[in-house]
């Protein structure tokens, strides 16, 4: 089975201009989640989605693979483009963010592992507890609730499932019922492919969560829990964090 990573990769970001090239570190952060998600085991392929020329030289000068896409409104339909163009024998592909530096391998080989095991999912992804108050009522921090099976019931920006006689710092961190939903996915060929022709649907709308139209239109979901959550680089202040964890780890 051909099992390939996409990281689909914009240079423009409202928060942190060009963050993907930022390169405080003697790298580019697309280098780093490059070399990060590398260590996959379980990955055939690894390429970069982007519709930047300079994003594609910066890949190919570190000796990554890219490809050059058109215009997307998600990571999702880039990927779609790829697998399209370049990636013809890919029966499995993984949406690896451009911006998660320090992406965890075992992560990757664990969401590849569940959709395989799971023959009947058409989709995979991770979550892993929220464990302080400040994440389960951030509306940027996405949560799931899942079914006994590990499949997704649903994905929202509020705090589900929402604890009527229960105050939820007594629950947290060690009793947590929250899952923090990660931004990493794995897809089938086929349902890829299907599901960037389908419009958004109306909770996806409201919502503002891509995932939900594929729980919409009747998808399985598969959800494999992590220890921790990865890190993603969002603001000039995320940027800054990595590249002291990043010079102390190589002092």
Known sequence: MQVCGVIPARLQSSRLPRKLLLNETGQTLIQHTWEAAARSEKLDRLIVAT??????????????KACLTGEHPSGTDRIAEVALKELLDAEILVNIQGDEPEISAEFIDQLIEILIQTPDAEMATLATPIRN???????????????????????????????????????????????LHLGIYAYRRPFLLDLTKIPATPLEQLEKLE???????????????????SVGIDTPEDYAQFVIRYRAEHS
């Open 211 to 229: 995932q939900l139209r594929a729980l919409e239109t009747g998808a399985r979901i598969q959800v494999a829990q992590v220890a921790h959550p």
């Open 133 to 179: 108050v400040e994440q389960l009522q951030d509306q940027s921090c996405t949560k799931v609730v899942c079914r006994q099976d590990g499949s997704a019931m649903y994905f929202s920006r509020l705090p589900i499932p929402f604890t009527r006689d229960v105050v939820p710092e007594t629950l947290l961190p060690e009793q947590s019922p929250w899952l």
């Open 51 to 64: 519709d930047s020329l300079e994003i594609l030289e910066a890949v190919h000068g570190f000796g990554g």
